[in-house]
């Protein structure tokens, strides 16, 4: 199982650190930088910090995970999504998903109660109009078709069943080892009913904030912040967060069980040393 490390787009301060951590994080262990995606939130827009990213790496891989695709039409999308791949030389995995906040859509202009239709729709462009409309840069929406390996996230049956039809595989959007491993059986599951060979790519996420009882708590109240929205479940969210060299490695261990390829662990707070107490308690 690979593992990569989020950059703190989403994290108070974290437009001041997000390149310097980019360039630590390429010197460092990790195969992948990804990011998270909100509107009404204090936070840098996934592509563009992919794109100051890719400016400043040459090896590390990028990633979404995930953008909430409805938010964009299928156009402005595609071509968010193929400027990166571009700018990365292909370092480039597109995760995409609906998000679960109202007020995203609301402040978007855009119909919340029909955005799973609207999420099918971008999808089919992706891997079929979007080849001939010339809008470029040149790539195609596919790992198959030598191109940008699509994921799609979320845990309802459409979610799945959109995943086995149009993307090479799953994301899956935090929590322990157990609850990974029940959504990879869905989405495999999915995947099988679809007739697709092969097994879908898996990836997994959770977050960390390493360094002692003070980053822990600063850690803490982000994430309660950041998940609000999910109300009481806030709470449980906070307290999954890692906050020891002990913690990462058994969560690591944990999800390499059940079959992850790829764990994504994003930061909880933006201080730049982060990128190497997690490298830290990797090895």
């Known amino acids: ?48 910090a992919l794109a100051a990213a890719a400016a400043v790496t040459d090896r590390v891989e990028l990633a979404t995970m995930v953008a909430i695709a409805p938010l964009r039409t299928p156009a402005a999308l595609a071509k968010q999504a193929a400027s990166v791949a571009a700018l990365a030389g292909g370092r480039f995995t597109l995760g995409l998903g609906l998000g679960g906040r109202h007020d995203d859509y609301d402040v978007s202009g855009v119909e919340h109660r029909t955005r799973g239709a609207r999420f099918s729709e971008q999808l089919a462009y992706l891997r079929g109009a979007f080849d001939g409309a010339g809008i470029g840069p040149s790539t195609s929406f596919g790992a198959a078709d030598s191109g ?39 989405a495999r599951a999915a995947w099988r009913d679809l007739g697709r060979p092969g097994e879908p790519l898996l990836w997994g996420q959770g977050y960390f904030a390493l360094g002692g009882s003070d980053v822990a708590e600063r850690g803490a109240a982000y994430l309660r912040d950041y998940y ?12 999954g967060g890692l906050t020891s060299a002990r913690a990462v490695k058994d969560f690591v261990r944990g999800y390499a069980a059940e079959g992850c390829d790829e764990l994504i662990l994003f930061p909880a707070v933006a201080d730049l040393d982060q990128v190497d107490r997690l490298a830290e308690a990797l090895a």
């Open 148 to 186: 940008v390996t699509l994921l799609v996230g979320g845990g309802s049956g459409p979610a799945y069943a959109r995943m086995a039809r149009f993307a090479d595989g799953y994301a899956h959007g935090g929590g322990p080892p157990r609850a990974f491993g029940s959504a990879a059986h869905s």
């Open 228 to 239: 609000a929205f999910t109300g009481p479940f806030a709470e449980r969210i906070a307290a």
């Open 1 to 48: 199982m690979r593992v990569g490390i989020g950059l703190p787009n989403t994290v108070p301060g974290g437009a001041r650190t997000l390149v310097d951590w980019a360039r630590r994080a390429d010197d460092g262990p990790f195969s992948t930088l990804g990011v998270l995606d909100r509107v009404v939130y204090d936070s840098v827009e996934a592509f563009t």
